[in-house]
């Protein structure tokens, strides 16, 4: 497997991170949040639901209050089980982690750019985004999903269609939304050059996933009498688009099984949808731009062991201004939108590449389809997840900016 091998270069990796500012700069900062987060031992209101459904593979599910039927399946439980097993280490272990991300990274931007010092303006571009240092210790799936994603970037480069097929397999324990890699895998195996035998990569690079996602179908249909891999979408819609497309929604759930439940609020989604077509639309374009720009004040104030009304996302949905903004939080999303639109015209720069036109047009494709499925909920959070690829391009667009500089 690609994250696995390599070793000699993931070394080459190491001693030269270790040996330049920047790289030492890095390894200060990675190591201040780990020694953070072991004193603090932040957590998220996610991270509570994870481990719940870990623990329900052997205590059975215990709704709480306020649950909906539908709570059940709403998360996958991989990310909780590898929260049990760390226990109060998890910082310390998710920052090992993070480093072998980041000289993952680095090798894989090597392979895709043609500029000498790609590597290391793609380490900048990670250590100037406050949500790297929070994601990188908190228990949160988003790191693990940071690696599992720069390892299928590796295989697709390297055409390798059954670690294709296994990473995203492990993405899709992690988090439903990876389903939408499956037809990603079978594009790349029909249309990327390299790989030969085209109808079997194809069918190699979508078996896994696919057997991952019936086992988790089969899963629910036998605990909940309703066959599903996840609510998530369902949950998602219900609490986020819905009430963006419609003013004034309000659900109730009245089922009294899963099945019930899952049939009508599929129902009561898709009939919304069809009523307002265009605020669909409007909602989740303006997603794709938030996304884009909101520079992760909730989590760095929730980090920071603040508490109170502050997603951006959530306030615009809503039609009103988080309660909870100081001058502090204004300055903060003024300075990383600033920032964020830098990082956005270097992206945009380097979004011309020398190396692989196919490959890059197709991470593209991706990077759409991930800020479309988001909408209403993409945050700086959601948005984590193409930091890899932003990484690239923005160290592409950086050097062909500034090549006297390089």
Known sequence: MVVFSGLEELRQEWQE?????????????????????????????????????????????????GDRILEESRRTPAFGLIVMALGPLYALISGLATLMFILNQRRWVRQLSSYKRAAEWATVFFMLHPLTWIYAVVPMPELWCLLLLVAWLQAIVSSRSLSMSLY???????????????????????WLPGFKQVWKSLLVSCLIPVLVFAGGWLMNAQSMGVGHYSSMGVCNAIEYNLP?????????????????????????????????PLSVLRVHFRGLLVGLFDPGRYDAWSFLGASGDMGVMKALNEGRWPTAASFGGLLYILLGSVLNLAFLFFVIRGLRPQLGYRQHLFFGLFCLLWLGVVGPVASARYTLILYPLLALWFADGWQRTFPSRT
């Open 244 to 276: 963006s497309y419609e003013s004034g929604f309000h659900y109730e759930e009245k089922a009294s099984s899963p099945a019930e439940a899952l049939s009508h609020s599929q129902q009561v989604i898709r009939a919304v949808m069809m009523e307002n």
């Open 17 to 65: 991170l270790r040996s330049q500012r920047t790289g030492q700069l890095f390894l200060l900062l990675l190591s201040l949040a780990v020694v953070y987060q072991l004193w603090a031992q932040r957590s998220w209101v996610d991270t509570g639901e994870y481990l719940r459904k870990a623990e329900s593979l052997f205590t059975g599910w215990e709704p709480q209050a």
């Open 168 to 190: 995203v397999a492990a993405l899709l324990a992690f988090k439903p939304v990876f389903i939408l890699l499956i037809p990603l895998n079978a594009l790349a195996a029909l």
